[in-house]
């Protein structure tokens, strides 16, 4: 449940600095190297959406 509202974070993104900065942010909260291999699943997860936000839709038009 959790993780769903952090992921909205990235739909609310407008550009590609909004990507990175909410990125970056979730980053701090749940990488595995500080909050311990439980929080493995969610870094994944969360790598994937923002994958999939950098190189596509609004966020790859900023780029141009």
């Not at 900065?21 to 439980?38: F, M, N, S, V």
């Not at 959406?49 to 966020?59: C, F, G, N, P």
Request: glycine share 4%; with cysteine; charged share 35%.
């Amino acid at each position: 449940k959790g993780l769903d509202i952090m992921l909205k974070w990235f739909k609310t993104a407008h550009t590609i600095e909004d990507v990175k900065h909410t990125y970056r942010t979730l980053c701090k909260q749940y990488h595995p190297d500080i909050h311990g291999a439980e929080t493995e699943e969610i870094m994944k997860e969360i790598n994937a959406e923002y994958e999939r936000l950098l190189y596509t839709s609004d966020a790859a038009d900023d780029k141009a």
